[in-house]
């Protein structure tokens, strides 16, 4: 993709030079438009040799080419970072006195701020008032974060890190594949309740079901989390105008949530881990010694809640062109028999895409990174991916994207 990144006058402009790196190093064509008072905090060689391109702050070099259009013309994407108060105020403005200015103005790519500055300069009702009519005209802004501020302050105004600009323009740069669809994703792992203190339950974190969430939304896709005791955090991560979050606790009501979501869905991803059993009975007092030891608890078994949504799809009770996807947490060290025992499994459960993946001390349950192998049709390994949960997410889609 052709991404432009413009460079205005603050001093996070050193951290800029990160973003720049992990744009190329992800294989983006990436075009550096400083400000002039950029070019104080961080010179042209440096840009010029990240980008592998020439940088020119002026409108008045390469006019042969109509530079000062063709780049806006010809991005995917432009980020400002930082986008100091008066460079937003300048772009809220609509002024082009510089090669920046111009591609802002001639640009219909999306446009990604990650603004810096004083607190008290983004506090001000004039920053705040030009935040407010660029997003209206729908720039995007990503920070900026609260914390420590050039000459010691702190407060909002931070930019934030080269990390976080990059996500945000990864993720606007994401296909809008799944456009007007409806995707379900359970997420988290249940909790089956002992008395009312204890429980069984399981390390699921949610974040394997909360990036597909949040990269089906970025794709297009209306969402529904059915998140089951997943932290605030995790979920902080799925943020997004089109993710809808149902909070359930036990198995029982996450069959509830799921078989109501599912009713209008075209996907269906069980990433959740439910519990397979759950004590007989509950006690509604909290289990105390003095009633004796407590050494065994009786259990029954939970409904197995993604064969019940294939069976109704089966059956006619869902949309015929639904996809349901299944996850399946193993430990078997060979790869192999983990294949074989994740072909019975999507066979058994009569789900389309079965997701398996190895939990071990590097990946699956609590890791940020994951592994898995998608089984589909016949038993065929349809795909495969190792990386962060955001990366594992986004090749499930494209095998359901595949499938559709
Ligand atoms: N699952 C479900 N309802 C249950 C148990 C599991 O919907 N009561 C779903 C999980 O969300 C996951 C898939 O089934 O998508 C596989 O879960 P797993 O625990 O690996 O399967 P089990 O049926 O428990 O198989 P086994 O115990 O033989 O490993």
Redesign the pocket.
């Known amino acids: 993709m052709n991404i432009v990144v413009g460079v205005t006058g603050g001093i996070a402009a050193y951290k800029t030079v990160h973003l720049v790196r992990l744009l190329t190093k992800a294989g983006h064509e990436v075009t550096v438009v400083p400000t002039e008072d950029a070019l104080r905090f961080v010179g042209t060689p440096t840009w010029e040799a990240l980008s592998r391109h020439p940088v020119t702050t002026s409108v008045h070099d390469d006019v042969a080419k109509v530079r000062h259009v063709a780049l806006g013309q010809n991005a995917d994407l432009v980020i400002v970072a930082p986008a100091t108060a008066n460079s937003i105020a300048k772009i809220t403005a609509g002024i082009a006195d510089d090669l920046l200015g111009t591609t802002l103005l001639a640009t219909e790519a999306p446009v990604l701020l990650a603004p810096a500055m004083h607190a008290e300069m983004w506090r001000n009702a004039a920053t705040q008032a030009n935040i407010q009519t660029l997003t209206s005209r729908g720039v995007h802004l990503v920070g900026p974060a609260d914390g420590e501020l050039a000459g010691g302050d702190s407060g909002p105004g931070r930019m934030v890190e080269p990390e976080d600009i990059f996500a945000a323009a990864v993720a606007l740069l994401a296909p809008r594949d799944l456009d007007g669809l409806r995707v379900v994703v359970?997420a988290g792992g249940t909790r089956e309740p002992i008395d009312p203190v204890r429980f069984l339950g399981n390390r699921s974190s949610g974040r394997q079901g909360v990036a597909l969430a949040a990269e089906a939304a970025s794709r297009g896709a209306s969402v529904t989390v059915v998140a089951a005791n997943v932290a605030g955090d995790v979920l902080a991560e799925a943020r997004h105008p089109s993710v809808e979050v149902v909070g359930v606790e036990t198995?029982a009501q996450l069959a509830d949530a799921m078989k109501a979501a599912s009713r209008a869905a075209d996907i269906v991803i069980?990433?959740?881990?439910?519990a397979?059993y759950r004590p007989a009975s509950a006690s509604d007092q909290k289990l105390t010694k003095e009633q004796g030891p407590l050494t065994s608890i009786e259990l029954v078994e939970?409904?197995?809640?993604?064969?019940a949504l294939a069976a109704a799809r089966t059956a006619g009770g869902g949309p015929t062109e639904q996809v349901i996807v299944?996850?399946?947490?193993e430990t078997l060290p060979d790869a192999e028999e983990r294949r074989e025992r994740a072909r019975r499994?999507r066979e058994r459960?009569g789900v389309d895409l079965l997701a398996v993946n190895l939990a071990d001390a590097d990946h699956g349950f609590e890791k940020r990174d994951n592994a898995v192998e998608i089984v589909g049709e016949g038993g065929a390994i349809v795909a495969s991916a190792a990386g962060s949960k955001r990366e594992v997410a986004r090749a499930i889609l494209d095998a359901v994207r595949a499938m559709r």
Request: no cysteine.
């Open positions: 359970s198995a069980m990433a959740a881990a439910v397979d939970n409904e197995d809640v993604v064969a299944a996850f399946a947490a499994k459960k």
